[in-house]
């Protein structure tokens, strides 16, 4: 028989065969792009990194997403934009940020809102925060699960804010988005509008007296080495909220789906659980550099929540009512 002959079966195997390798291999891997602020070291993004990490398990290391940190595929609003379109997938960003997609979400960081971190848990874990998150899917997000973020709290460079008349005059940072930029006058003192990457040269440069913020993210962006004075007033408690872009989601089948959101929530839980060691680290960081630490007197505190008032009286409808649903949740009411 003519050895040509012999050979077509041969090749004819070996192509079967290679097909059928092709059909058992690991199904395509696909990777996404996930954006936060901060550095890697602080909580949230290792929330982040957890989260990323228990897709890739789950998955099979199927899905894949690349975290980056620091701003460095943009600011949060910058990396919002970005996602509405597709050009980021996922993006782990403050609710002040958010908010200036979905209003109600405006409602669920107003000053002297929550009277404890048990208040805001039972807002965002229930129906509240459910509705707020779901209202971002008309701009384009899809809210996967809220991050707890802290309280808020004043840091100056000069000196101490242990009453209302400390505030009187001083120039307090603040970013575009925020709320602060109404409030802050209420109390007598004058907003300053910053990009995030300003604050420490503003700080620095002392165009700025001071600014606030939750004291993981005061001493993870190094503040503290230039207001050393931190004030325990509380004044907002604050959640950030973990996003994917819509375009991105509908990718997704309603099985990976379900998979992500399990791992979005597990990945809220686990860093809740460490949050208040980070803020005990910071504190003792911030201590041990020489900051000052003072906390506000409850006589104090109620003329700033006095003072802030009237921020409510120019919220919209809706968000009127999400207050009233938080305000139904508060301790007083159980």
């Known amino acids: 028989m003519n050895n040509s002959l012999r050979r077509v079966p041969a090749l004819l195997l070996l192509l079967l065969l290679c097909g059928c390798g092709r059909g058992g291999e690991t ?25 990323c990490s228990l897709v890739e398990k789950e998955s099979g290391g199927a899905i894949q997403i690349i ?28 609710l002040s940020a958010a908010a200036a997609y979905a209003p109600q979400l405006s409602a669920l960081q107003l000053p ?4 404890s971190d048990e208040h805001l848990f039972r807002v965002l874990d229930g129906d509240v925060g459910a509705d707020a998150m779901d209202s971002l899917e008309e701009q384009g997000l899809t809210g996967l699960s809220y991050f707890y973020a802290g309280y808020r709290c004043f840091f100056t460079t000069d000196k101490p804010i242990t009453g209302l008349d400390d505030m009187q005059g001083l120039r307090l940072g603040t970013e575009d988005s925020s709320q602060m930029q109404q409030i802050i006058p209420q109390w007598g003192a004058v907003a300053v509008t910053l990009p995030p990457d300003e604050f420490a040269l503003a700080l620095r440069t002392h165009r700025i007296d001071g600014a606030e913020s939750t004291l993981p993210t005061y001493v993870d962006s190094g503040y503290y080495l230039l207001a050393p ?13 973990l996003v994917a872009s819509s375009e991105t989601w509908a990718e ?9 959101l399990q791992c979005a929530a597990e990945a809220a839980s686990w860093q809740r659980a460490h949050w208040q060691g980070a803020e005990v680290k ?13 906390l506000l007197s409850e006589e104090q505190t109620e003329l700033f ?21 938080v305000r139904a949740l508060s301790d007083e009411s159980d």
């Open 27 to 51: 199904a395509e891997i696909r990777y996404y792009r996930l954006a936060s602020g901060q550095s890697a070291n602080h909580l949230a993004n290792q929330a982040c990194e957890r989260f």
């Open 67 to 94: 975290p980056s940190f620091e701003n460095e595929l943009g600011t949060d609003a910058s990396a919002l934009e970005q996602c509405v379109y597709g050009g980021i997938d996922f993006v782990r960003t403050p």
């Open 112 to 115: 002297y809102e929550y009277t």
């Open 229 to 241: 004075y931190w004030t325990y007033d509380r004044h907002s408690y604050n959640a950030d909220v």
């Open 252 to 260: 997704f089948s309603p099985e990976e789906q379900q998979l992500l």
């Open 282 to 294: 910071a504190m003792l960081r911030a201590s041990r550099s020489g900051c000052y630490m003072a």
């Open 305 to 325: 929540r006095d003072a802030a008032q009237p921020l409510y009286e120019h919220l919209s409808e809706t968000q009127k009512e999400v207050v009233r649903r």
